[in-house]
């Protein structure tokens, strides 16, 4: 990154808060290097597909008038990325000429689409090892946890990578710009687990809790431009907001259901530079305290040179010290210091494979995805996503991304590649139509909302479904298939 004429860059760029001193070249005592190795396959595998995209494509560009085109278009295609180019696109290239727009945003969903088709091998080989699974979550008294993160795309990797929270049924992730989640939509939520966790379906979940998480997010390299760009990079106001809206959930649920009913919350930030955490802490009455925190990289930097067992005696202390004796709960005191000691991993991971600081401190998503989330992939920088049920409730979500992808691709010339993704249940007759309708109804409200963009074809969006039992996944739907209308 280079400073603007007659300033300085900030000494932190070049001296990440995480990077190894001189004689501090060992791993930390508490960090898992065969996980660190297996999650940076996996991430090597995944940006692997979508890395020939560009060079397919000028390629592709450069053949469009000569003999045999079509044909040596999709061997090439088929040779590099693994799946066929639209027929129709290649047919008509010698009247019009190639649209590599729609090329470009066809391969990056189909190129995801073979990510969320292979997650379950892919990440076969790490997922045993994250330290916080479902059963270490029951211990500490949460049949479920509910993570909403800000929608930015550095956050996607927030649950295996950052915080190495193994993913189940009982761990849901919502991402909202901001990490201004919909308290309505998580009253709805907490209900619905509640009378599951009272209908005996909930396995162990008799006596546990239900836990709300809110991530906001940071960057120690770029504040005043590289912070949560839906609270205009203000760290401070991105803090406040999020406990805010965790507030605002405990008081709506304790006003319904009666005092006692709220559910436990847990404000956590993320600095996006290094995927270091500062984790809040709670007072007894699981109220968030925004100025009672540890920080990871601090803990990280204290306990370096430390054995296993002083250096997880020494996260102890530092909760100790954040909490100020107001009687955190035990089970949330434990869980708070394994995020920390998990999080351990990840910074060394950053520095080991990404010099301590991402090269890419800001965007580099590669589409949006609005609607419900595609967990099956989740990876730093992927996609910008933002949760919705109509476009009208998440304008401010999409507004930021659009924005986003202004700079990323737009600029360049090319279009914003947006996937609307809804599930639905093989087991209720009817609910694949239902979804496809669904995405119709968001497709082509979204296209009505920025139909600038989408008559200059600088806006292309596909629609896909998934079956929440897995019968199918991420299916992009076409649009000529068949709509009923209800």
């Not at 290094?274 to 809040?280: E, F, G, N, P, S």
Request: proline share 4%; net charge negative; glycine share 6%.
């Amino acid at each position: 990154m280079r400073a603007a004429a007659g300033l300085q860059p900030p000494q932190y760029l070049d001296n990440p808060a995480c990077v190894l001193g001189p004689n501090q070249r060992c791993a930390h005592s508490l960090v898992d290097q065969e996980l660190n190795h297996q999650l940076f396959d996996y991430e090597c595998q995944i940006r692997n597909r979508f890395a020939p995209i560009t060079d397919v494509l000028m390629a592709v560009s450069t053949m469009q008038h000569e003999t045999a085109f079509v044909a040596r278009a999709q061997q090439l295609s088929q040779t590099r990325l693994g799946y066929r180019l639209p027929e129709k696109l290649l047919q008509d290239a010698w009247v019009v000429g190639l649209d590599m727009r729609a090329l470009h945003s066809f391969c990056i969903f189909r190129t995801f689409k073979t990510c969320v088709e292979c997650a379950a091998m892919d990440q076969a080989p790490w997922l045993a090892r994250m330290i916080i699974d479902r059963q270490f979550l029951q211990s500490c008294g949460y049949h479920t946890v509910d993570i909403s993160p800000c929608a930015d795309g550095r956050l996607q990797g927030l649950v295996p990578f950052v915080l190495r929270i193994a993913p189940s049924e009982a761990i849901s992730v919502k991402a909202y710009a901001g990490a201004l989640f919909d308290v309505e939509a998580d009253v709805a939520d907490w209900t619905r687990r509640e009378l599951e966790r009272l209908n005996g379906t909930i396995s162990g979940g008799e006596d546990g809790n239900y836990l709300k998480i809110a991530v906001y997010h940071f960057s120690t390299s770029n504040p005043s431009h590289q912070g949560c760009a839906a609270h205009g990079s203000q760290d401070d106001k991105a803090t406040m907001a999020a406990a805010a809206k965790l507030d605002e959930l405990r008081a709506a649920i304790d006003n319904t259901f009666g005092s006692g009913a709220a559910p436990e919350t847990l404000l956590i930030g993320m600095d996006t530079d290094t995927d270091a955490i500062r984790v809040h802490i709670p007072n007894g009455d699981s109220m968030n305290c925004p100025g009672r925190y540890v920080e990871s990289a601090q803990v990280f930097r204290d306990t370096l040179s430390l054995d296993e067992q002083a250096a997880s005696a020494a996260i102890s202390r530092a909760v100790d010290m954040a909490d100020g004796g107001s009687g955190l709960r035990p089970g949330m005191r434990r869980l708070v210091e394994r995020l920390l000691q998990a999080n351990l991993s990840q910074i060394q991971y950053v520095i080991q494979h990404h010099e301590g600081r991402y090269t890419d401190i800001g965007h580099k998503e590669r589409f949006i995805c609005v609607g419900e989330a595609l967990s099956e992939v989740q990876l730093r920088n992927k996609f910008y996503f933002a949760h919705l049920d109509t476009v009208e409730e998440g304008t401010a979500d999409m507004d930021v991304g659009i924005n986003i992808f202004k700079g990323l691709n737009i600029s360049r010339g090319l279009a914003i590649p947006l996937l609307v993704h809804f599930h639905f249940s093989a087991r209720v007759p009817g609910a694949r139509e239902r979804a496809v309708n669904r995405c119709l109804r968001v497709k082509t409200a979204i296209e009505s909302r920025y139909a600038a963009l989408h008559t200059q074809g600088l806006l292309h969006c596909q629609m896909a479904v998934s079956d929440i039992h897995a019968s199918e996944r991420c299916t992009l739907i076409d649009d000529a298939a068949p709509v009923i209308w209800h």
